[in-house]
């Protein structure tokens, strides 16, 4: 089923929000057999949102909507869809009592420009949707053969209209359910995945397989109408390139490599330079990482790496605060220091200066010692200092990841 999506919004279009929304509902929609196959994002003007609607293409079943239904003077979206549908608008008088009782348990009161959000359409012309997160309803209309569904732009509440409303309701005209799961890389870059699944790609009948690269790896996106078709391709795609899938679904490395942790009952300390502790940052971002990760040394300067995880003044002087001879005695300094089983460290040149043509930009060493087992690997990333603190720790982490599974 093809569906069209408007979202509304000045502050969509000036950049200062980014329209995570549409990601969302474009994803949302699919495991329900529907697909955005037209979008449209236009201002708080009702010119405009008016224009959009005369211009959907005629073959989306559903129009969705999204943002313009507060009650400020610019969400005009509620009462630009009345008059192009030609709804009479009713005052919903027991919704606008229960928004006062619910403002009154709180010791505050409704303005009366909230009143716009107790506005319903006349019955036989458009349905409520419930809000259990806000008090911006939304509408369903339905005319001719198209259903219009206009939501809230805040995502939690519109998520939550999509999940229990609207979702549903496409589910009830499709019968339509696409299995999708996603097996998230990386390691490897998208060209490689292409070579070494291509095979894979050519042979699969009723699976559509695409990668969804990003900076710290690709996601491989599997669909099916079928689940037996979708489970074969999978363990097929695992078998080939297994090494280089960390998760499926939402998982993200650090929480793959915390559990891996757990079930091998090790702890990690790390000493950071260039990443200035965003590897420590990802690492606590997952909830029960006290179990595994014991802390980190934000060894940023010399001195630091000096006076608390013991790196010898004559190593830096001799080969430099960027090299692996400092990046192993990071490791095993900080190991000492905090007597982890497992000790990681990251130092490198971010950007954009600080180079030399013997060490570039984007220059990285990361070492993970465990006993008497040293690995420091040397990367050069880019010279965008934001993506190259990304990398690291990505990378970082993934050495754990593939030690732990001793590969």
Request: contains cysteine; proline residues 3%.
């Amino acid at each position: 089923m093809k569906v069209g999506l408007i979202t509304i919004g000045n502050e969509l279009l000036s950049g200062f929000t980014i329209d995570t929304n549409s990601s969302w509902i474009g994803q949302a929609l699919i495991e329900f057999g529907a697909r955005i196959s037209w979008h449209l994002t236009v201002k708080d003007d009702s010119s405009q949102i008016n224009s959009g609607l005369d211009n959907t293409p005629k073959d989306c079943r559903i129009i969705l909507i999204t943002g313009g239904l507060g009650p400020t003077h610019d969400d005009i979206t509620q009462n630009t869809l009345f008059e192009y549908y030609g709804i009479k608008p009713v005052f919903d008088k027991e919704y606008w009592e229960l928004l006062n009782s619910r403002m009154k348990k709180r010791g505050r009161s409704l303005p009366e420009i909230n009143k716009n959000q107790a506005i319903a359409a006349e019955d036989g012309k458009g349905r409520i949707i419930p809000n259990s997160f806000g008090t911006a309803r939304g509408i369903h209309i339905f005319k001719n053969d198209i259903d219009i569904f206009a939501m809230p732009g805040v995502p939690k509440e519109m998520k939550n209209m999509m999940k229990d409303t609207v979702l549903p309701w496409i589910y009830n005209i499709t019968k339509n359910k696409i299995h999708v799961n996603t097996l998230r890389t990386t390691g490897i870059m998208e060209s490689s995945l292409a070579e070494k699944m291509r095979d894979i790609i050519e042979v699969s009948k009723n699976i559509e397989i695409s990668f969804l690269p990003q900076f710290t790896g690709v996601d491989i996106r599997i669909m099916s109408s079928k689940k037996a078709p979708l489970d074969e391709a999978q363990r097929i795609i695992n078998e080939r390139i297994g090494k280089y899938i960390y998760g499926t679904g939402s998982d993200i490395l650090e929480s793959v490599v915390g559990k891996m942790l757990i079930e091998q009952n090790l702890t990690l300390s790390t000493a950071e330079s260039c990443t200035g502790g965003l590897l420590g940052h990802r690492l606590t971002n997952t909830p029960g990482s006290s179990k595994y990760y014991l802390g980190g040394v934000n060894s940023y300067s010399n001195e630091m790496k000096i006076n608390v995880i013991n790196v010898k003044k004559k190593t830096l002087d001799m080969y430099g605060a960027v090299s692996k001879e400092v990046s192993i005695e990071m490791s095993k300094g900080v190991r000492k220091l905090l007597k982890s089983d497992i000790a990681l460290s990251i130092t490198g040149i971010a950007g954009p200066g600080g180079g030399t043509e013997d060490k570039p930009v984007g220059l990285v060493y990361i070492t993970l010692i465990h006993n008497d087992i040293i690995i420091n690997k040397e990367f050069t990333f880019f010279k965008d200092r934001l993506i190259n603190k990304q990398l690291s720790s990505q990378v970082a982490l993934n050495m754990i990841r593939i030690y732990l599974l001793n590969e």
